[in-house]
């Protein structure tokens, strides 16, 4: 709670606003500050990627504090839309994700409402359960690619009308993975200070309050599950064009444990904190990385650890400190 | 396609399934916590067998004692560490740290066992038995018989011993069983370690039907979720007999409809089972 108070009302909102634009302008330059290399482009451009599936995962966790373990299945759901509707039927970009936002709303819905009078538990165990399931739909039919998935996704396309947007490399995907990350930042800010954000907090920090305003825990649990869908989902459409590949791997846990160990490390509720997350955890594997299993055992590692020692992550050990050293 | 038959592998498979089960159905209904790593501890009681017998020479009953002593103190340091958590009820998090560990238990294992597909050794499961045109193996029998009896002996401890109720005091209220002497640590500690030899000893005994990878695990939790959601939360009863029909299900639905899609067949009867009966099918 403290978190957003001190956000919105320690600085004066022009000043605000130019330190966004600020930070935007450095962010959308980074690589080329960074050397402009293409693993500069590519490994920035897979940051912005990964944070937006976080932040799917962020909104259930942080805002409503339930756990869903299903997300990497609308993950998934937006690698194969972009996969299939480009590579069978040649629409572009826009098309795409349209049909992925559409399609991530109804399986989000649909597992929704089958929860919604269950236990919080269940919630998590269905979920969960969907996306294996998922996984062995993805792996045995073949009209959705079936075990070798679909190879030779052509560059993304996004005609603006006038001229046409090709993203074909890595260097032409980052404007495209940025300005997605925006819109993600963008909307999460919007819903935390939303009707369905708040009730949603206060579901989550004051059961009783809630109750007695006649709030219905489930339904908001589903209405914040719907939304979060399509974030993910859209994260998962731009690493299809990004890797020209989807595959049964994209329901790999990695990605759960991924999008969950983004989201505790910095801590909860912080609006920057997926994206910090996600940057800290991808420096590691690209830039550090000690081999596979090692790499597992680290994440999941990280998880568990910050969960058990420290529930409110890098930010609550900062807070700490601040407190011990005034 | 002989319906005796099917019926004879789906008793073989839903044993197997009630029996995995059985840990987690003690875990989640009585102590009321929850364990996502609980496929990666099956992939490891099938290893820690494996290794036992492979690499140690053991003969079989001894390996799957070895498999037990190895996860129950796996499974007691991940409780100790997790004791924080369970103490305050915090199951969103214990979901969390659980998963992120049995990801942890995978990447080890993949290290420690390498990355290739083993079998286990068993003479068990070899020797078959025919009768007439029905067959089965001796492992499928000692499954059998093993569940069934398991099964007996924690219903029987759960609801006739004293401690059963201690548990059960446990769960509905850590902090006022304290009050009354009761030391709730030490009932977690224990529920939990019996959830991992449990599902060590599944493993140990239904493992060798198949080959066995660092990978596996996923579709052995999901028949679990389905077992113990089907049979009602804590039921043991119906858990074993959730774990038996589910067993039915799949062998007739494999023969019958596709043998690749099971697994999302059972998800479908967890689905239809949560909203006609949310609370599972033994709940009044």
């Not at chain 1, 339904?219 to 939304?227: H, S, T």
């Not at chain 1, 991808?282 to 999941?300: E, F, M, P, T, V």
């Not at chain 2, 214990?94 to 992120?100: A, D, E, F, Q």
């Not at chain 2, 019996?194 to 039907?209: D, I, K, N, T, Y």
Request: proline share 3%; charged share 10%; aromatic share 10%.
């Amino acid at each position: 709670m403290t978190v957003i108070e001190s956000q919105s009302s320690s600085l004066a909102p022009s000043l605000r606003a130019v330190a966004v634009v600020v930070l935007v302008a450095v962010g959308f330059f980074l690589p080329r500050l960074l050397g402009g290399t293409s693993v500069a482009y590519s490994t920035l451009t897979t940051i912005a990627i990964f944070a937006v599936m976080c932040y799917g995962v962020d909104i259930v966790l942080s805002y409503l504090g339930e756990v869903s373990l299903g997300h990497t299945l609308f993950w998934a759901v937006g690698g194969y839309t972009a996969a299939n509707l480009s590579v069978k039927y040649g629409m572009n970009g826009w098309s795409t994700a349209i049909a992925t936002i559409g399609l991530c709303i109804i399986a989000a819905a649909f597992l929704g409402v089958v929860t919604l009078r269950t236990r919080e538990f269940v919630f998590s165990l269905v979920t969960y359960a969907a996306a294996v399931v998922a996984y062995e739909i993805a792996f045995n039919w073949d009209a959705v690619g079936g075990s070798d998935g679909i190879v030779g996704i052509s560059a993304l396309k996004l005609p603006f009308g006038f001229a046409t947007y090709v993203g074909g490399t890595q260097e032409e995907l980052w404007p495209v993975a940025f300005a997605l990350l925006l819109l993600t930042l963008a909307f999460i800010a919007r819903f935390r200070r939303s009707r369905l954000g708040t009730t949603a907090l206060m579901v989550q920090m004051n059961p009783p309050l809630a109750a007695s305003l006649g709030v219905d825990p489930r339904k908001v649990r589903l209405a914040v599950f719907v939304i979060s869908a399509p974030i993910t989902g859209l994260a998962g459409w731009l690493y299809a064009y990004q890797r020209a590949y989807v595959g049964p791997d994209m329901f790999e846990t990695y990605f759960l444990v991924m999008m969950l160990t983004a989201v505790v490390v910095v801590g909860r509720r912080v609006l920057v904190g997926p994206l910090i997350g996600t940057a800290i955890l991808i420096a590691q594997q690209n830039l550090l990385s000690l081999g596979g299993d090692w790499n597992k055992i680290i994440l999941g590692s990280v998880l568990a650890l910050v969960l058990i020692f420290w529930p409110t992550g890098l930010i609550g050990l900062l807070r700490r400190f601040g407190k011990a050293r005034a | 396609m002989n319906i005796a038959q099917q019926i004879v592998n789906g008793l073989v498979l839903g044993s197997g399934y009630a029996c995995i089960a059985l840990g987690w159905t003690i875990l989640l209904g009585v102590a009321r916590l929850v364990n996502f790593a609980h496929g990666q501890l099956y992939m490891l009681g099938a290893f820690a067998t494996w290794y036992a017998m492979v690499k140690l020479g053991l003969p079989y009953p001894l390996a799957i004692l070895a498999a037990i002593v190895a996860l129950a103190v796996l499974g007691a340091l991940m409780q100790s560490a997790m004791m924080g958590l369970v103490m305050t009820q915090n199951l969103t998090s214990l979901m969390i740290v659980t998963l992120g560990l049995g990801y942890v238990l995978q990447g080890g294992s993949a290290l420690i066992f390498g990355g290739n597909p083993q079998t286990l050794p068993g003479t068990l499961s070899r020797a078959k038995v025919d009768l007439g045109s029905l067959w089965f193996t001796w492992q499928d029998v000692l499954v059998l018989v093993a569940t069934l009896l398991l099964y007996a002996a924690v219903w029987l401890f759960t609801q006739k011993t004293r401690f059963g109720s201690v548990i059960r005091a446990v769960a509905e209220d850590p902090k006022l069983a304290e009050l009354f002497g009761i030391n709730a640590r030490v009932v977690y500690l224990l529920v939990f370690v019996f959830e991992c030899s449990a599902v060590a000893l599944g493993a140990a005994l239904v493992a060798p039907r198949s080959p066995i990878l660092t990978s596996m695990g996923f579709n052995e939790v999901i028949m679990t979720f389905v077992v113990v959601v089907l049979g009602g939360i804590g039921s043991i009863g119906g858990a074993l007999i959730a774990g038996l029909g589910l067993g039915l299900f799949i062998a007739f639905f494999g023969a019958f409809v596709a043998q690749a899609y099971t697994t999302a067949a059972a998800f479908g009867v967890l689905l239809a089972l949560l909203v006609v009966r949310p609370a599972g099918l033994s709940a009044k």
